[in-house]
């Protein structure tokens, strides 16, 4: 009977992988990789719309001084940069304010208190949004790193096909075996959850946004309601691609490679860490769809690769057709981002490190009543949609 099962759980798994490999290849023509994107002519690059960069910082003198001059550094005809110091309490306010005396287009607000049912991420972006001047908008990150040509490209491309949001997975620089295992996986499973290549279809209900790069038309931004209608939304970048989808906006995932980066956290521990605010956020508070996914994770990733050494027969020879066909996804996945493709061999590995990094914040954000993130805290009750 147990052989039976077993047997079942590869048949079912392997036509599941096959089924999420073919939907992938089938969408990639929907992605845009913007290092194939064409740079524009001088007469195309003389209309290109005003563009403003708009991003949130809180204690990150760390990179931001770096990040900032890569935006200011970019090759893009009418930019400012409108950054948003929200209550910092390192340094980071001065720092920005001595590199806008250097260039007059970086301009720094300066938030002294987050009003009440505002997170302060989605607060700073509101409102540098709202002072911002240009028809273009671009949601970044403190720390992001710019090639110089990336957003002629993006925007160029952008009018060319009339698209009013493009997100940007941008590429994340990572330390150490345990932290660059870690971001493997979590990319995997991000694209099995969100499938973003189909955001780009008017007729699927799928939508995508990523934090460091989300590029939208003004217009569309608030058509669809601004950072207002996500105040207390702890998943504002995925979730700003929700509501510009819902709103009638049309998006594309887009892949910058090294154009774009960020070390999106100094260790594996600080990951872990990190992901506390969000992962029950991830499944829109739902324990039953947390669960879910954990069991689902384990069964249908980690246990193939384990299967191909505990069992025999049929069922080890399903198991290799199924190892076979992950780790040539995932190898081809990471061939797009820094990260050495031989991770994929330790996928299990890194499975059970995400389920784990999943459970923890969960059993937290419940015992704690809430999460605490840029050194506030923010009670459940005030989280839930």
Same mark, same amino acid.
């Given at each position: 009977?147990?052989?039976?099962?077993?047997?079942?759980?590869?048949?079912?798994?392997?036509?599941?992988?096959?089924?999420?490999?073919?939907?992938?290849?089938?969408? #990639?023509?929907?992605?845009?990789?913007?290092? &194939?994107?064409?740079?524009?002519?001088?007469?195309?690059?003389?209309?290109?719309? #005003?563009?403003?960069?708009?991003?949130?910082?809180? &204690?990150?003198?760390?990179?931001?001084?770096?990040?900032?001059?890569?935006?200011?550094?970019?090759?893009?005809?009418?930019?400012? +940069?409108?950054?948003?110091?929200?209550?910092? @309490?390192?340094?980071?306010?001065?720092?920005?304010?001595?590199?806008?005396?250097?260039?007059?287009? !970086?301009?720094?607000?300066?938030?002294?208190?987050?009003?009440?049912?505002?997170?302060?991420?989605?607060?700073?972006?509101?409102?540098?949004?709202?002072? *911002?001047?240009? @028809?273009?908008?671009?949601?970044?990150?403190?720390?992001?790193?710019?090639?110089?040509? +990336?957003?002629?490209?993006?925007?160029?491309?952008?009018?060319?096909?009339?698209?009013?949001?493009?997100?940007?997975?941008?590429?994340?620089?990572?330390?150490?075996?345990?932290?660059?295992?870690?971001?493997?996986?979590?990319?995997?499973?991000? &694209?099995?959850?969100?499938?973003?290549?189909?955001?780009?279809?008017?007729?699927?209900?799928?939508?995508?946004?990523?934090?460091?790069?989300?590029?939208?038309?003004?217009?569309?931004? @608030?058509?669809?309601?601004?950072?207002?209608?996500?105040?207390?939304?702890?998943?504002?970048?995925?979730?700003?691609?929700?509501?510009?989808?819902?709103?009638?906006?049309?998006?594309?995932?887009?892949?910058?490679?090294?154009? *774009?980066?960020?070390?999106?956290?100094?260790?594996?521990?600080?990951?872990?860490?990190?992901?506390?605010?969000?992962?029950?956020?991830?499944? &829109?508070?739902?324990?039953?769809?947390?669960?879910?996914?954990?069991?689902?994770?384990?069964?249908?990733?980690?246990?193939?690769?384990?299967?191909?050494?505990?069992?025999?027969?049929?069922?080890?020879?399903?198991?290799?057709?199924?190892?076979?066909?992950?780790?040539?996804?995932?190898?081809?996945?990471?061939?797009?981002?820094?990260?050495?493709?031989?991770?994929?061999? !330790?996928?299990?590995?890194?499975?059970?490190?995400?389920?784990?990094?999943?459970? #923890?914040?969960?059993?937290?954000?419940?015992?704690?009543?809430?999460?605490?993130?840029?050194?506030?805290?923010?009670?459940?009750?005030?989280?839930?949609?």
């Amino acid at each position: 009977m147990i052989e039976y099962a077993l047997l079942g759980l590869a048949g079912f798994t392997l036509l599941a992988w096959l089924a999420f490999v073919i939907d992938a290849a089938r969408g #990639r023509h929907l992605v845009l990789y913007l290092r &194939n994107a064409a740079l524009p002519t001088a007469e195309v690059r003389a209309s290109l719309p #005003r563009l403003s960069i708009v991003f949130g910082a809180r &204690n990150e003198t760390r990179a931001i001084e770096g990040a900032v001059v890569s935006m200011l550094g970019l090759d893009y005809p009418d930019l400012e +940069v409108i950054a948003v110091d929200d209550r910092s @309490e390192d340094g980071t306010g001065e720092l920005l304010d001595a590199l806008a005396r250097r260039d007059s287009r !970086l301009r720094v607000l300066h938030v002294e208190d987050l009003p009440e049912d505002w997170l302060g991420k989605n607060h700073a972006l509101w409102v540098g949004a709202a002072a *911002a001047s240009g @028809e273009l908008v671009l949601f970044t990150d403190a720390d992001v790193m710019f090639e110089p040509t +990336v957003l002629l490209r993006a925007v160029a491309w952008m009018q060319q096909n009339d698209v009013d949001h493009v997100a940007g997975a941008t590429d994340i620089r990572a330390r150490g075996l345990g932290l660059q295992l870690f971001v493997a996986t979590f990319a995997l499973l991000f &694209n099995g959850y969100f499938r973003p290549w189909r955001a780009a279809d008017p007729d699927s209900t799928a939508y995508i946004g990523f934090g460091g790069f989300n590029l939208v038309r003004k217009v569309a931004y @608030e058509r669809a309601g601004t950072h207002a209608a996500l105040p207390m939304d702890p998943l504002d970048d995925v979730n700003l691609g929700r509501i510009l989808k819902e709103s009638g906006s049309l998006q594309v995932c887009a892949i910058p490679g090294s154009m *774009a980066s960020v070390e999106w956290y100094e260790s594996l521990g600080a990951a872990i860490r990190g992901l506390e605010k969000n992962t029950m956020a991830g499944v &829109n508070w739902s324990v039953a769809l947390l669960l879910g996914g954990i069991v689902g994770q384990l069964l249908l990733t980690a246990w193939p690769f384990f299967a191909v050494v505990a069992m025999t027969g049929a069922v080890r020879w399903l198991n290799v057709a199924i190892v076979l066909v992950i780790g040539t996804f995932h190898t081809a996945m990471l061939k797009e981002t820094s990260l050495p493709t031989w991770l994929s061999l !330790l996928l299990p590995i890194g499975v059970l490190l995400v389920v784990w990094t999943s459970a #923890r914040a969960a059993v937290l954000t419940y015992w704690r009543g809430g999460i605490e993130w840029r050194g506030t805290f923010y009670p459940t009750d005030r989280l839930r949609p």
